[in-house]
């Protein structure tokens, strides 16, 4: 009975660990939405447009991605460029890189198949699917860098953009409320700091507006609601109205629909706990009303069972 108890409380903490797991990314994006933050967030230090850092795995990558790119050119697509641009991966040693990435699994996946066809030569028509999933699964990944940055866009917007018209009301342009924001927010919006400091270098270096340079900031991350910013800006700019009217629309249809998602995202949980229940709360539950009562039968039919094995 000792052993019993000791095994339903350690299912029943491993049900509760497992909740735990589950429920803490929602927790966690509640509170970095809601929360009020009292203290600076540790961010890794993130630069747009430095050269990735040097390793001798990483130069055979970046030579093998050289050599393909050369020898068919017609292999870097513009879904891809588009990728590495929305993933922060921007410099041609990022793309010659990527490039080798792919090439190296690729390479990989054409020896498996090859020493595979060696034993049973139908083995190559199986080789000619892996080599298709081994140079696509590194768009997998790209793809889910590229969503988690752009979604971390998203929630530094409101609060950039609520700073924006404190600097509008202030009396400042939108240029140098951009500029001072771009210094200021290095530590509380990291990602939108370091674009907006890109995007005061195209302005300074191509004489762009701000306007235009927000529309291009936004397709250049891949964010939908930079892009819209821009056009309402470009609109105001146009006909001479207070650019902080539409970044106070922007402002508030972005939080509405920030907590709409996340709203989405609590009502999942219940559906999502359902396995977990049914695979470990619902055994404990069970267990302790049918346990004796089969145990019980088992009992009582045991000998009825075996006198009449043995007469037979």
């Given amino acids: 009975m000792s052993s019993s108890g000791l095994v339903s409380f350690l299912v029943f903490l491993s049900v509760l660990l497992l909740g735990f797991a589950i429920t803490k990314p929602a927790m966690d994006n509640y509170m970095d939405t809601y929360s009020v933050r009292i203290k600076k967030r540790n961010e890794k230090e993130i630069e747009s447009q430095e050269a990735p850092k040097d390793s001798a795995l990483l130069i055979l990558f970046e030579g093998l991605g050289k050599q393909l790119i050369t020898m ?4 870097v697509d513009k879904r891809t460029i588009e990728l590495l641009s929305f993933a922060n991966y921007r410099t041609k040693q990022h793309l010659h890189r990527f490039m080798g990435i792919k090439g190296a699994v690729g390479i990989f996946c054409i020896l498996w198949g090859v020493s595979a066809a060696l034993s049973n030569p139908m083995n190559i028509l199986l080789s000619f699917f892996t080599i298709l999933v081994g140079w696509t699964i590194p768009n997998f990944f790209l793809a889910g860098r590229a969503r988690q940055r752009q979604a971390q866009i998203v929630k530094e917007l409101p609060t950039v953009l609520d700073l924006l018209i404190v600097c509008s009301q202030a009396g400042l342009s939108l240029l140098a409320g951009v500029d001072k924001l771009s210094k200021e927010t290095t530590e509380s919006c990291p990602l939108l700091s370091n674009e907006m400091q890109q995007l005061i270098s195209d302005v300074k270096m191509f004489a762009k507006s701000v306007p235009i340079a927000l529309r291009e900031m936004g397709e250049r991350c891949g ?38 998602k996340q709203e989405e ?18 055994p404990l539950i069970l ?6 009562a089969a145990l019980t039968i088992v009992t009582s039919l045991g000998p009825s069972m075996g006198g009449g094995t043995g007469a037979k």
């Fill in 287 to 292: 267990l302790p009303m049918l346990g004796p």
């Fill in 265 to 282: 995202i609590a009502a999942k949980v219940p559906v999502k706990m359902v396995p977990v229940i049914m695979l470990f709360v619902m």
């Fill in 223 to 260: 964010v939908e609601e930079l892009i819209n910013m821009a056009a309402g800006l470009i609109a105001a700019e146009s006909k001479g109205a207070d650019i902080s009217y539409p970044l106070r629309q922007q402002a508030e249809a972005l939080r509405d629909r920030l907590k709409r």
């Fill in 72 to 75: 068919a050119p017609f292999l």
